[in-house]
């Protein structure tokens, strides 16, 4: 399985400010998956990043709001823009090897 | 609308028991379903994949069932220990389309030596 490495693994941002996070992979994949986890809550999938085209974002959330890249097979960033205390959360990112879903460490964020 | 339902309330059990977690589900039509583990301040590891045709799936101390009648999977570890205590999460994949699991909330098992 792939190795994935984020960055930040947390920050404390204030409002109204942006948040660019780094996912790194240790291999090459085709595919990358940015999720959210909000206090008590479950993994919500935000995108699907693939290398050369335009994320494919879920429903609830927008590209102006949670703009992708994905530049190349072992790198996207996630950045989190215009943010609000509701965007308080652990993001992570992630691929898949056959069915399972492998998982960076996550990246705390608190907004004030 | 589709829904994953986990035991929200920690699970407390004594070392050596066999703990049982349930992930239920309903208005899916699962490929297969997935149990992973996560520890504070880490992403969730993958630990077993069940598919809609199989009863059981075993490996070392760890159970899983899938009853797609129910619409219900069992996790159970065996034997459980104090480094067993994490949240696990369940997560399904309906078939016919792109697989990307989606996950409930977990539920946290604390084993007590």
């Known amino acids: 399985s792939a190795v994935i490495s984020q960055k930040p693994s947390r920050d404390i941002c204030q409002r109204g400010t942006s948040l660019t996070i780094q996912c790194q992979v240790d291999?090459?994949?085709?595919?990358m998956f940015w999720y959210r986890q909000q206090p008590g809550q479950s993994l919500t999938l935000i995108a699907t990043?693939?290398?050369?085209?335009?994320?494919?974002?879920e429903s609830g959330f927008v590209i102006d709001k949670f703009p992708i890249s994905r530049p190349n097979l072992t790198f996207s960033t996630l950045t989190v823009s215009n943010m609000s205390p509701e965007d308080s959360s652990i993001y992570l990112c992630?691929?898949?090897?056959?069915?399972?879903?492998?998982f960076g460490p996550g990246t705390r964020l608190t907004v004030l | 609308s589709q829904k994953i339902e986990q035991n929200s309330e920690a699970l407390n059990i004594q070392e050596g028991k066999t703990a049982t977690l349930t992930c239920n589900y309903t208005n899916y039509s699962p490929a297969y379903l997935q149990w992973y583990r996560q520890d504070p301040g880490r992403g969730p590891v993958f630990l077993l994949l069940?598919?809609?045709?199989?009863k059981e799936k075993r490996k070392e101390r760890l159970k899983v069932t899938f009853d797609t009648t129910l619409k219900q999977s069992l996790f159970h570890i065996t034997a459980s220990q104090p480094a067993d205590s994490a949240t696990y999460l369940c997560a399904l994949s309906a078939s016919g389309g792109s697989y990307i699991p989606t996950f409930g909330r977990g539920t946290s098992l604390i084993v007590h030596p």
């Open positions: 992630s691929d898949r090897l056959a069915n399972e879903q492998f």
């Open positions: 291999s090459q994949v085709t595919m």
């Open positions: 990043a693939n290398q050369g085209s335009e994320a494919t974002y």
């Open positions: 069940i598919r809609e045709n199989e």
